[in-house]
T-cell receptor, first 113, second 110 residues
Framework: AQTVTQSQPEMSVQEAETVTLSCTYD???????LFWYKQPPSRQMILVIR??????QNATENRFSVNFQKAAKSFSLKISDSQLGDTAMYFC??????????FGQGTRLTINP | NAGVTQTPKFRILKIGQSMTLQCAQD?????MYWYRQDPGMGLKLIYY???????DKGEVPNGYNVSRSTTEDFPLRLELAAPSQTSVYFC?????????FGEGSRLTVL
């Protein structure tokens, strides 16, 4: 069974700093998708970034980028020039095909002014 | 607009009451899910469905029931509500490589 682990329950950085959230996963599949979701206090689940396992190039979305290490089964999220609005819970998620998706436990990120 | 629609957004129940959370998607996705999220915690899978007529239990199915009579709808039934079911409930649907979430339903059982 697939599992997703986020080893950092909480993180806190100063505004404008760079922060990296870690995520590791376990699967025997070769083709799958990985996601980072942001959940602000409103509780809405917002897609931050998506990575297809068969693509070697790391995905980027503006200030957000990932370091995808397929062999190590690692999928970390880097937030550059962090902003107060980045304060939220961040969830790493895994899905293989259209099958049951699996979430990590979440990392609570606080950006301090 | 295409997406996942959940209703109601908020509901207060008394202990022992029953209710149904509605979830509908118009994207023709086969896979649909119900999650619950307790305060400060991650998402726990309650039930999921791989297509019309097929459902299966997730991590925390006790106290809930689901049905999937159509591809579009995946209602979650709470029988004999208990305070432990106070939570935010998310419905989601998926397509290979794509996930779509509803906005969540906040349920309080008093």
């Amino acid at each position: 069974a697939q599992t997703v682990t986020q080893s950092q329950p909480e993180m806190s950085v100063q505004e404008a700093e760079t922060v990296t959230l870690s995520c590791t996963y376990d699967t025997s599949e070769s083709n799958y998708y990985l996601f980072w979701y942001k959940q602000p206090p409103s509780r809405q689940m917002i897609l931050v970034i998506r990575q297809e396992a068969y693509k070697q190039q790391n995905a980027t979305e503006n200030r957000f980028s990932v370091n995808f290490q397929k062999a190590a089964k690692s999928f970390s999220l880097k937030i550059s020039d962090s902003q107060l609005g980045d304060t939220a819970m961040y969830f790493c998620a895994f899905i293989q095909g259209a099958q049951k998706l699996v979430f990590g436990q979440g990392t609570r990120l606080t950006i301090n002014p | 607009n295409a997406g996942v629609t959940q209703t109601p957004k908020f509901r207060i129940l008394k202990i022992g009451q029953s209710m149904t959370l509605q979830c509908a998607q118009d994207m023709n996705h086969n896979y649909m899910y119900w999650y619950r999220q307790d305060p400060g915690m991650g998402l726990k899978l309650i039930y999921y469905s791989v297509g019309a007529g097929i459902t299966d239990k997730g991590e925390v199915p006790n106290g809930y029931n689901v049905s999937r009579s159509t591809t579009e709808d995946f209602p979650l039934r709470l029988e004999l509500a208990a305070p432990s079911q106070t939570s935010v409930y998310f419905c989601a649907s998926s397509y290979p490589g794509e996930l779509f979430f509803g906005e969540g339903s906040r349920l309080t059982v008093l």
